[in-house]
């Protein structure tokens, strides 16, 4: 069975610190990577997507995937009390394509 | 990113009635559109995936006779909530696929209650 993993959390960080969220996934043939932020009672928003090995940077975001080691990680910079959401890793794989979501990491940002 | 819109935002009905939730992909052609449903401090499920002219793909235990989907064009795909009971209120998400490159957008999202 194709899974996504990330730990629940809620992972704590302090406002202005790195946050740093994992995501493993199990299936060696994924193409496509994403990353999703979710707050309290609204819809996911793609915020990172990355399609090959190495880092991807946005701003205050850093997407980076090992597909050797089957990980994609998200790193958020100087991190803000409006970061505090639930953060959402999706993998794209199999003969359709389907997204696989993981179950996510809430993250809590303290001023 | 992509915009992908629903309608309504927010539906109260009476248990029994059916309701309609659209999803348009407002500024590229979709064809695949995706269901889900969240509950409360719940994890997405996917419902069904509708492809753009054909039936819906059903993930096990919904049932399709209930959550009716129709994808009649590239850029909308409805979900109807036929004979909604108060066990079908949760928070109904679409999801549209832009092929070019490979990425999923959502819709905002419609709350459902069946009082």
């Known amino acids: 069975q194709k899974e996504v993993e990330q730990n629940s959390g809620p992972l704590s960080v302090p406002e202005g610190a790195i946050a740093s969220l994992n995501c493993t996934y199990s299936d060696r043939v994924s193409q496509s990577f994403f990353w999703y932020r979710q707050y309290s009672g609204k819809s996911p928003e793609l915020i990172m997507s990355i399609y090959s090995n190495g880092d991807k940077e946005d701003g205050r975001f850093t997407a980076q995937l090992n597909k050797a080691s089957q990980y994609v990680s998200l790193l958020i910079r100087d991190s803000q009390p409006s970061d505090s959401a639930t953060y959402l890793c999706?993998?794209?794989?199999?003969?359709?394509?389907?997204?696989?979501f993981g179950g996510g990491t809430r993250l809590m940002v303290k001023p | 990113g992509a915009v992908v819109s629903q309608h309504p935002s927010r539906v109260i009905c009476k248990s029994g009635t059916s309701v309609k939730i659209e999803c348009r992909s407002l500024d590229f052609q979709a064809t695949t559109m995706f269901w889900y449903r969240q509950f409360p401090k719940q994890s997405l499920m996917l419902m069904a995936t509708?492809?753009?002219?054909?039936?819906?793909?059903?993930e096990q235990g919904v049932e399709k006779d209930k959550f009716l989907i129709n994808h009649a064009s590239l850029t909308l795909s409805t979900l109807t909530v036929t004979s909604a009971h108060p066990e079908d209120s949760s928070f109904y998400i679409c999801s549209a696929r832009d092929p070019r490159p490979d990425t999923q957008y959502f819709g905002p999202g419609t709350r459902l209650t069946v009082l």
């Open positions: 999706a993998v794209t794989s199999g003969a359709g394509n389907m997204l696989t």
């Open positions: 509708s492809n753009e002219g054909s039936k819906a793909t059903y």
